[in-house]
């Protein structure tokens, strides 16, 4: 490789890692300036001072955003905010910089790859080079389905607990509402941050029916669509919620024992293809190499 083509590697990949590195770990503008607004108020000087900030970040990356969102089709788009959304809006994965991502990576990828065929165009150089590219494309949304089931997986091992405090706060003389509101201040997993945001949104205006099944989009997680139509039905028909919460909460923790027990009958399934491949070779080695050493010396 000449000197030429080394350089423009190293600068190269030294891209790649920085646009990761401002992808991903730097400031969002405006996701800080919403909760530096929820903390504090508004006020005249305070509101004055961002709106600069946010048209100086607006002029330096709209182009670059405008020039990604024309190449990337209008349900990928709607996919990826549908990925951040059930994945709880991760920090630093604002849609426009994950749209960036998608088509900027696999550009640098291949341009690196090209600068290697040039030099050397073996044909597993040019596999790695559109593997390499491809899993750069799809490495955004592989992640973000990761997160947000591990967020539903959480959401379902809470749910019955959460209920339960409901259902205690109900029948305490506490209002619905007021139910919910203690049991996400309670709580610190994902499904005490959506019930502080279905109740933020009934308290702006919405309406609860819509509120109720926003929840239900938010998060994929059967039990919870299937308790968000069981409230969606009270609300409707004038049912006791302390009812509603009752039943849902000895459903819950049935369900969650049914799966508990589930994962433990397929153990024995799943343990027997690294005893197979792993334990059983080793052993017989362990247990059989003496005899057939002894026997090789015993012919020789």
């Known amino acids: 490789m000449s000197l030429t083509a080394a350089f423009a590697v ?15 770990t730097g400031r969002d503008t405006a996701r800080a300036r919403t909760l530096d607004n929820l903390r504090s108020g508004f006020d005249e000087g305070y509101a004055a001072a961002p709106a600069l900030d946010a048209a100086d970040d607006d002029a330096s990356g709209s182009s670059v955003v405008a020039l990604a969102r024309r190449f990337t089709p209008a349900s990928t788009v709607r996919r990826l905010e549908r990925l951040i959304l059930r994945a709880g809006r991760p920090d630093g994965w604002t849609i426009d910089r994950l ?3 998608k088509i900027v990576a696999p550009l640098l990828v291949v341009v690196l790859g090209l600068l290697l065929v040039s030099t050397n165009p073996a044909p597993l150089l040019i596999l790695l080079m559109l593997g390499t590219a491809v899993v750069c494309y799809f490495l955004p949304e592989l992640l973000l389905k990761s997160r947000s089931q591990e967020r539903n997986e959480e959401i379902a091992l809470e749910l019955a607990d959460t209920l339960d405090q409901m259902t205690i706060a109900v029948e305490a003389g506490l209002g619905f509402d007021s139910a919910m509101a203690r049991a996400g201040r309670n709580g610190t997993g994902p499904l005490a941050q959506e019930l502080i945001r279905t109740l933020q949104e009934i308290q702006v205006g919405q309406l609860r029916r819509t509120a109720y099944e926003q929840l239900a989009q938010r998060t994929d997680v059967p039990d919870l669509r299937r308790f968000v139509r069981a409230l969606i039905q ?3 028909y004038g049912i006791s919620v302390a009812d509603v919460l009752r039943t849902q909460a000895s459903e819950m923790r049935l369900k969650r024992r049914q799966r508990a027990e589930e994962k433990a009958q397929q153990v024995p399934v799943k343990v027997i293809f690294p005893l197979l491949v792993c334990i059983l070779p080793v052993l017989f080695i ?15």
């Open 10 to 24: 190293f600068v190269l990949t030294v891209s790649v890692f920085l646009l990761a590195y401002v992808v991903f």
């Open 99 to 101: 749209i960036v991502l």
């Open 234 to 236: 009270a609300d409707a």
């Open 286 to 300: 362990v247990l059989l190499g003496p005899t057939v050493i002894n026997m090789m010396e015993a012919f020789s």
